[in-house]
């Protein structure tokens, strides 16, 4: 019986270890990128809030003249690739959301002066899904969606 | 781990437009070892910055959900043939690469 409690206290300690552990990992990397890369948009599971620490806005209003493109099926969700495009003035921010995925931020590109809005990646899809891609200029967040299919998922294992 | 970046700029109409290439495992940290079933640790690239002539063109800010082997392209005002564009990875665990080219 004691030994019972012991085994749970341990697996309990080991797993809070291993989680101090990828904690110390992140506090490793160098300063600059802590304090540029926005850990907590990115590895948020609700869209609105990962928005929210990523841009200071829960969702985009329709407009901005955002292009998505991206294939109507992807055979393979590991690799979809996504070129979002605005003809809005002034973009400084576009950012790409599988609404899909467990972790739904997938990527934010600031753009300097000179930057047309107009970027391309390749992002991996769990299932089935609406790509959102959200423009942000000076004072207005535009945004628009487009579904994919997927086939097989790119996140599984 | 660090492969290499492969970059290309054109001049064309006033734009330059940038494509590359980046080698990189992007493991979110989510994804489980089939062998041993095991969590594969995070591993992938969480800031790519791009410059023209030593101007910040474009910082891209990425979690794993990128695709293995990153590919990014994007475009400029500006740019003659000859400038220097670079491309500067950073990933999680520290690990850094940088590349030039010269735009054509």
């Known amino acids: 019986m004691i030994d019972a409690k012991r085994r749970i206290l341990l697996k309990g300690s080991l797993a809070a270890g291993a989680v101090g552990v990828a904690v110390g990992a992140g506090l490793l990397a160098p300063r600059a990128v802590l304090a540029a890369w926005p850990e907590a948009a990115f590895h948020a599971t609700d869209i609105k809030a990962g928005l929210k620490a990523l841009i200071g806005v829960e969702a ?33 921010t576009i950012v790409i959301v599988a609404e899909g995925n467990q972790t739904p931020l997938i990527a934010s590109f600031n753009l300097g002066e000179d930057a047309v809005p107009s970027v391309s990646t390749r992002i991996k899809m769990a299932k089935t899904a609406n790509i959102q891609a959200l423009v942000q200029t000076a004072d207005k967040t535009y945004t628009a969606t487009k579904e994919v299919k997927v086939t097989i998922g790119g996140c599984g294992g | 781990m660090a492969g290499n970046i492969k970059i290309r700029a054109k001049a064309e109409g006033g734009e330059t437009s940038v494509k590359a290439l980046m080698t990189h495992p992007m493991e979110t940290g989510l994804r489980k070892d089939k062998k041993t079933g095991e969590i594969v640790p995070a591993h992938f690239i969480t800031e790519v ?25 994007y475009k400029f005002k500006g740019g003659q043939a000859g400038d220097p564009v670079e491309l500067t990875w950073v990933d999680n665990k520290g690990g850094t690469e940088t590349a030039t080219d010269k735009i054509a």
């Open chain 1, 60 to 92: 985009g209003e329709a407009g901005g003249d955002i292009t998505i493109k991206a294939p109507d099926i992807a055979e393979n969700g590991a690799v979809v690739p996504v070129t979002v495009e605005s003809t809005a003035t002034g973009v400084k």
């Open chain 2, 49 to 73: 910055t791009c410059k023209w002539k030593d101007k910040v063109v474009l910082t891209a800010l990425w979690s794993g959900g990128v695709s293995q082997n990153p590919y990014l392209a």
